[in-house]
């Protein structure tokens, strides 16, 4: 926790949040708890092969943008997944085979159409990958690692990669709550304009795109302080009180069950939805 001044001149505390910590609290108190709080930290479900997927296309990205544009190429771009290729999580040799394949041509045809020196949708110059945030935003210290910061025309633009089933619509990407809060932390971090925040879904080569205004970045503040004050609040109850750990933080049982890496610490999750198959959720 970090301290500024309030309103009324006391010390008023800013809590370090990033967007995967809210969104799990606004989820599910219990699974906030097990992965943040109780320490030591409780075992985790295996490797997911979604995730396995995402983490080599993220990383072959990574790669080939840190190159100059003249350097870059789809078959570069291949070859970094090859390098980076993993197969946990994965249901057999030949499956991870497929989607080794799907990924190479997913990364090649991006990598064709926004990165080369003539690409039809040119990325903008890249001033940022992986790059960590951490800034002061409201009552709130707003940290995350935003996969690509673009400078187009001067302004910065926030760049998500997607790897999964869902194709991304601009209701999804104005609704995301993880790139408005990355572009508060940019104008506060690069001191730059930054309005347009960006979904690019590998599997479709699709691209969502939403310029966020000053009322809605509000709205997202708002929304990110609401839950980071109430997360604040349910940690320092439980340090005073440990054994009130099942009513501060109740499950949420549903749906989500099925995929909750710690499920097996949590008997109505496990009532409430088989668990899925590791490779469950790779896009078709
Ligand atoms: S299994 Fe469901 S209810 Fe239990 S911690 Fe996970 S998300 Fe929450």
Redesign the pocket.
């Known amino acids: 926790m970090s301290m500024q001044l309030g309103l009324d001149g006391m010390p008023a505390r800013l809590v370090r949040v990033t967007p995967s910590r809210l969104a799990t609290w606004e989820?599910?108190r219990?699974?906030y708890r097990?992965t943040y709080l109780d320490r030591p930290a409780p075992p985790r479900g295996g490797p997911r092969a979604a995730s396995t997927l995402g983490a080599v296309v993220h990383n072959a990205l990574h790669a080939v943008f840190g190159e100059p544009p003249a350097r870059r190429s789809p078959a570069r771009a291949a070859a970094e997944v090859d390098r980076r290729w993993s197969d946990e999580g994965f249901r057999d040799d030949a499956q991870a085979a497929v989607y080794r394949e799907r990924a190479r041509g997913w990364v090649s045809d991006y990598v064709e159409r926004h990165a080369v020196a003539d690409a039809p949708e040119p990325a903008g110059e890249t001033v940022g990958r992986e790059r960590w945030l951490s800034a002061p935003v409201g009552t709130i210290v707003a940290e995350g690692r935003a996969d690509r910061l673009d400078d187009r025309d001067g302004e910065i633009v926030v760049v998500d990669y997607k790897t999964g089933r869902r194709v991304p619509d601009r209701d999804d990407v104005a609704r995301a709550p993880a790139l408005a809060l990355y572009a508060l932390a940019v104008r506060r971090v690069l001191r730059r304009p930054c309005r347009r925040v960006e979904l690019h879904h590998l599997p479709s080569g699709t691209v969502a795109a939403a310029d966020h205004d000053e009322d809605t970045l509000a709205a997202h503040r708002a929304r990110a302080e609401a839950s980071a004050a109430g997360l604040a609040e349910a940690a320092d109850a439980l340090e005073a009180a440990p054994g009130r750990a099942e009513a501060l933080f109740p499950?949420?049982?549903?749906p989500?069950?099925a995929a909750?890496d710690?499920?097996r610490h949590?008997p109505?999750?496990?009532a409430?939805a088989p668990p899925d198959a590791a490779w469950a959720g790779l896009a078709p």
């Open positions: 989820d599910c219990r699974r097990l499950p949420a049982p549903g989500r069950c909750c710690v499920r949590c109505e999750g496990r409430a």
